[in-house]
C-alpha cells in the first residue's frame, strides 16, 4: 500500500480541503483508504459530511498512562514530587497528590518510589473509529480527550486503524495536522510522498520550510501546492523560485476562490461542490501519480 501524506505547518491554508478532493480523483481508479491524523482537531470526516454520530465505529482508546499512589505504601519521603518533571504532584498531608491533567506518564515517579507505593495505570486518552464516505473508500479517525496528552501515539493507531479496516488497498492518503509536533512527525514517518500545501504570505511560506525538514529528514519525496496564489503573486513568485533552487516540483498553483469556502460550510469536497475544479483536481492526481507510483516502473 502507497502511502501519501498531505501537510502544511501552518493551519488554515485549506490542506484538509486538499486532502478531500484527492482522495476523491484517486478513488475513481484505485481502491484507497484515509486516514485523518489532526487528532486533536480531527475534521476531515466533516468535509464528507461524516459526524462521529455515523461512524461504524468509535470507541474508546488508550495509549497513555497516569501515575497511581497507594497511600497505605506510601512512606512520605517526597522522592517522587522532588523527581516529576512536570510538576504534576504535590503534597498534601504530607502524601503526594496526583494532578491528573499535569501528568505525562513517563514513570520518573514510579522508578524513585522506594516503597513501591506508586505505578502506572492506563488511561482513556482518546476515541477512535471509521467510517464509510459516500464516494465507496472508508475513513480512519481519532479525536484526543480535552486535556490528554499522547497525540503522536494515537496518530500511530490511526494509521494502523487504516491498514486494518482496508487492508487490500492500493493507497492511503493521511491528513496530517498543522505545526510540526509529534503528530506531525508521526503521521510523517514511514510515507511514499509528501504533498506540502502552502499559501503566499511570510508565515506560510516560513512553515512549508519547518515542515519541510521534517519530509526532508525522513528523505520522503515532496511536491508544493500553492493555494491561494494569485492573492499575493510576488510571495508566489519566491516560493516557486526555492522549490527551483530546490528542484521540488510545483504540483499546482490554486487560484483564491469563494467557492472552497462554500464548499466547507456545505461539508462537501470542492471536487463535487463545484464541477469546474474536477479538472485542477485530476490533473494533480496524474501529476501525483507521475511522482509516486509511475516512476517506479
Known amino acids: 500500500m502507497k502511502s501519501i501524506i498531505v501537510l502544511s ?43 462521529t454520530e455515523r461512524y461504524e465505529e468509535w470507541t474508546p482508546l488508550s495509549t497513555n498512562q497516569i501515575a497511581s499512589i497507594d497511600r497505605d505504601k506510601c512512606i512520605r519521603c517526597g522522592k517522587c514530587i522532588a523527581t516529576c518533571y512536570f510538576k504534576a504532584l504535590r503534597s498534601e498531608d504530607n502524601i503526594p497528590k496526583l494532578n491528573e491533567f499535569g501528568c505525562e506518564g513517563c514513570g520518573a515517579c514510579e522508578l524513585i518510589c522506594p516503597a513501591k507505593a506508586i505505578t502506572l495505570k492506563d488511561i482513556d486518552n482518546a476515541y477512535i473509529g471509521y467510517s464509510r464516505t459516500g464516494y465507496g473508500f472508508k475513513i480512519a479517525s481519532a479525536q484526543l480527550l480535552p486535556g490528554n496528552s499522547g497525540s503522536g501515539k494515537v496518530v500511530s ?8 479496516i482496508e487492508p487490500d ?7 496530517a495536522a498543522a505545526g510540526i509536533g509529534c503528530p506531525v512527525i508521526a503521521s510523517v514517518t514511514g510515507n511514499d510522498y509528501a504533498l506540502l500545501v502552502t499559501e503566499p504570505t511570510p508565515s506560510g511560506y516560513e512553515d512549508m520550510l519547518r515542515a519541510l525538514d521534517i519530509v ?11 493555494n491561494k496564489y494569485d492573492l499575493n503573486k510576488d510571495y508566489s513568485a ?4 526555492f522549490a527551483q533552487e530546490k ?46 507510483i509511475d516512476s517506479e516502473k
Not at 488497498?169 to 491528513?175: G, Q, S, T
Not at 528523505?219 to 501546492?225: Q, V
Open 9 to 51: 505547518g501552518k493551519g488554515g491554508v485549506g490542506k484538509s480541503s486538499i486532502a478531500a478532493s484527492l482522495a476523491i480523483a484517486f478513488s475513481e481508479d484505485k481502491r484507497i483508504v484515509c486516514a485523518d491524523c489532526d487528532v486533536d482537531a480531527s475534521n476531515l470526516s466533516i468535509l464528507f459530511s461524516l459526524p
Open 157 to 164: 493507531e490511526v494509521r494502523k486503524k487504516a491498514k486494518e
Open 169 to 175: 488497498a492500493e493507497l492511503m492518503i493521511i491528513d
Open 216 to 226: 526532508d529528514h525522513f528523505r520522503i519525496k515532496k511536491g508544493i501546492i500553492i
Open 238 to 241: 519566491k516560493i516557486e523560485l
Open 247 to 292: 528542484k521540488i516540483p510545483i504540483i499546482h498553483k490554486i487560484p483564491f476562490d469563494r467557492a472552497f469556502v462554500d464548499a466547507m460550510t456545505n461539508m462537501v469536497p470542492i471536487i463535487d461542490h463545484d464541477k469546474d475544479f474536477r479538472k485542477m483536481f485530476m490533473d494533480m492526481k496524474k501529476k501525483i501519480e507521475a511522482e509516486v
